[in-house]
């Protein structure tokens, strides 16, 4: 190939490479503005679950807020919805799952009603601890099963594990987002988890232990 073709040639190669660099820059600067509106919903408070369904239906015409209601969440995620963690939420109601005399067929009794997930606190007086009471699905045969709650000077933790925490309320809040030794995650009784005020928390805990009422159904009703 003679030097003159060479020489033709190269201001072509290059002026498609600046080409190149000035389309990917358009594509950078395309990509920032479409990440605008999800960094806007960040910093006015919303979850990115949310702020991603914001952005994933503004071209349907759907709010956002109806996206919210229609949107089937856990009770980890109602309580971050509404600015009540779950930890909040089991300081306040704790005077209904914590019922530390409770016997197991009292606690059975309670939760035999209640769908897999929902659980009690109680001291079990065969092993002289705490115990965690949760309810199982019917297909697992029995409808409870219990884990016994390892307590230290300074920490707790349920026995097989291998994570501790400063305290129970601590313990029982990371076991509803995270099973680890259990065979699902727990889960508040509707009534907490949709609570949106600590007010209505309060007035929640106040019943007590007969929140489960003669008909422990009507916790979840």
């Not at 073709?5 to 190269?10: D, N």
């Not at 503004?58 to 109806?66: L, N, Y």
């Not at 109602?78 to 016997?103: A, E, G, K, P, V």
């Not at 400063?166 to 727990?186: E, G, H, N, Q």
Request: with cysteine; proline share 5%; aromatic share 8%.
């Amino acid at each position: 190939m003679s030097s003159w073709t060479m020489g033709t040639r190269s201001p072509d190669k290059r002026g498609s490479f600046f080409k190149l660099i000035d389309t990917i820059a358009s594509e950078i600067g395309e990509l920032k503005q479409e990440m605008v509106p999800t960094d806007v919903s960040l910093d006015n408070g919303l979850e990115p679950t949310e702020a991603h369904s914001m952005v994933r239906h503004k071209d349907d015409g759907c709010s956002q807020e109806k996206d919210v209601k229609t949107c089937p969440r856990d009770s980890g995620y109602d309580s971050l919805s509404s600015r009540l963690s779950i930890l909040d939420r089991l300081l306040h109601t704790h005077s209904i799952w914590l019922q530390l005399n409770l016997s197991e067929e009292e606690a059975a009794e309670v939760l035999q009603s209640q769908p897999p997930g929902i659980f009690l606190v109680r001291k079990s007086t065969k092993m002289q601890k705490k115990v965690l009471s949760l309810r199982l699905p019917c297909e697992l045969g029995a409808p409870l099963k219990e884990f016994a709650i390892k307590e230290s000077t300074y920490t707790f933790s349920l026995e097989g594990s291998g994570i501790s925490f400063a305290d129970l309320f601590r313990l029982i809040a990371f076991y509803c987002i995270s099973r680890d030794v259990l065979p699902f995650t727990l889960k508040l009784p509707y009534a907490i988890s949709t609570a949106k005020t600590e007010a209505q928390l309060e007035e929640l805990a106040q019943l007590g232990l007969s929140k489960w009422g003669p008909r422990p159904r009507c916790l979840l009703k």
